[in-house]
């Protein structure tokens, strides 16, 4: 950040105003004095402490309080200066100019190719008569996402017509739209024909629809998991229905029923018109207002918050809240605050994400679109990040009463205006590793490699907890050496790593070139060229030098065994048929808390 200009006398001051001989010394020393003082000022200011984040949640004074004592922005421009008044274009950290900010230079190398092999046959061929698979995903929209994506997926490894999938509509969200008030279901079903066959009622017998065998299959379930556990079950009862349905099919796939996933994610799955023509008026207002814009997808309510564990310094109040939220889940075990926040398991609170963005180089004037439910401590936790982007924008502040009525009552509708505010922002980041965020991820990674920012969280909190010992310029040098590999550039993560809805590499391709190498696919047994090793060493360099790894990762590798199947051929669901009771502690309420 470039240093303030010390006050000066105006030109000229000395020939025109001489001071007498005798009080020349006493006023020279004032003078200095005066300096001194002005330069002291001008230091506390200009490298702004950071508040503890353990005390992040504040107070109204606090807050008030921070106002004044971020960076403050040079005249003009895009980015923070540094040291020297110049745009952040310090080589070894990676940035090059403002426009690295806003879009990859290496993303013009790669493209999107989803298109399935030769060797894929036709669903008229594939699809076999009397198999019929019916699905009921769970969770938020996000998290229903993955699900939705999987089923085809599995239908396809089972050769059965799919049912359009039913949507969770008594999860912790309880919204009650049905598959076609989200998407576009014609769409849908004409866009995977050749793929699936896919019918949007279940099948009749003697005019009456046909009783489905209900079995829940474990989660990651490989394509033999699905051959040898559900399809004898379709086989003899002809129609398989599956609750909770997400994160069923392992990431383990073959090249072509990844990119599979793809067809379905990125372009099957459209929002109905009334979503997306409101989504695209809060787009074109956000450029009005500016030719760039930034997207945060804020995850910091009290359930999330309260669900994670983890403690932000807001004393007796905060932990007598949040334990009280808490023990709706009876099950649920005491995690340890403080280590959440080191093993970087924690949601970054809203001033820890603006002080991030300052410190990567996002002036002040950028303009902010957020994406939250409520945010807990209300406009406290929020008052430091509209001190560092006062052009913080909503969908509630960008749109009227009466447009965003019809959707108010629908959380699902709702976050899929969000999605693609998100989707079409220039650059988009979130606190969180949460399902929204993962796809928003890939599906930017398909789409051109759009400027997409992952806190590394775990490295980040250190330097938050010492933020107040060291400069501006020290702390944001320090983000940017940090932040180098989250950024959003191709092949960040090593093709076969993470979770495939954020990285889906499998349906990435590298332009030809002289140089070529080849990386094996997921299941090693189909591969995908990447050229100019050139581009591939550049990207290396800046690759974190430890692995990145996801939720779902961290539960352990993709199995074929189910810990609760006792060794049978299928898992039978003992839930009631309509999926009416929610158990609480229900283990896997952690993925719909982290859509």
Known sequence: MGQPRRRGYPHGHGRHHRCPRRIALPAAGLGLLFLAVSLLSVSLLSAP?????????????????????????????????????????????????QDDLWRSKLASN???????????LDSGVTTQPDRYLIVVTSGGLNQQRTGIVDAVVAARILNATLVVPRLDQTSFWKDSSNFSEIFDMDW???????????????????????????????????????LNRVLPALLKKHVIRMTKYDYRLSNKLDTDLQKLRCRVNYHALRFTDPIQELAEKLIQRMREKSRYFIALHLRFEPDMLAFSGCYYGGGE????????????????????????????????????????????????D????????????????????????PNFHTKETLSSQEELAPFLKFSSRMAAIDFIVCDESDAFVANNIGNMAKILAGQRRYFGHKRTIRPNAKQLYPLFMKRGNMSWDAFASQVRTIQKGYMGEPMEITPGRGE??????????????????IVKSISGSTQEPVTDTR?????????????????????????????????????????????????QEDPELEEILSD
């Open 317 to 364: 109040k905060e932990r007598r809240e949040l334990a009280s939220i808490r023990k709706r889940w009876r099950t649920l075990h005491i995690r340890d605050p403080e280590k959440g926040r080191r093993q970087g398991r924690c949601p970054l609170t809203p001033e820890e994400v603006g002080l991030m963005l300052r410190a990567l180089g996002y002036r002040s």
């Open 110 to 120: 790669f493209h999107r190719c989803s298109n399935s092999s030769n060797k894929f």
């Open 188 to 226: 849908f079903i004409s866009y995977l024909e050749k793929d699936v066959r896919i019918i949007k009622e279940p099948p009749e017998k003697g005019g009456k629809a046909m009783k489905p065998y209900k079995m829940r299959v474990p989660r990651k379930c490989t394509p033999r998991c699905y």
């Open 535 to 583: 581009i591939r060493k550049a990207i290396d360099i800046g690759r974190p030098p430890y692995p990145v790894y996801t939720d779902e990762e961290a539960d352990g590798s993709d199995t074929e065994e189910d810990p609760d199947s006792s060794g049978r051929g299928e898992v039978i669901d003992t839930e009631p048929d309509d999926d009416s009771v929610v158990r």
């Open 366 to 389: 950028v303009y902010i679109y957020v994406a939250s439910g409520e945010i807990y401590g209300g406009e406290d936790t929020l008052a430091p990040l509209k001190a560092l982007f």
């Open 500 to 517: 495939f809805h954020a990285n889906p590499a499998a349906c990435i391709c590298e332009k030809s070139g002289r140089n070529s190498v």
């Open 49 to 97: 402490p950071l508040a503890d984040p353990r005390t992040g949640l504040g107070t109204s004074s606090s807050s008030r309080r921070f106002l004044r004592r971020y960076p403050t922005n040079g005249s003009g421009g895009e980015l923070e200066g540094s040291e020297s008044g110049d745009a952040f274009s310090v080589t070894t950290h990676g940035w090059t100019g």
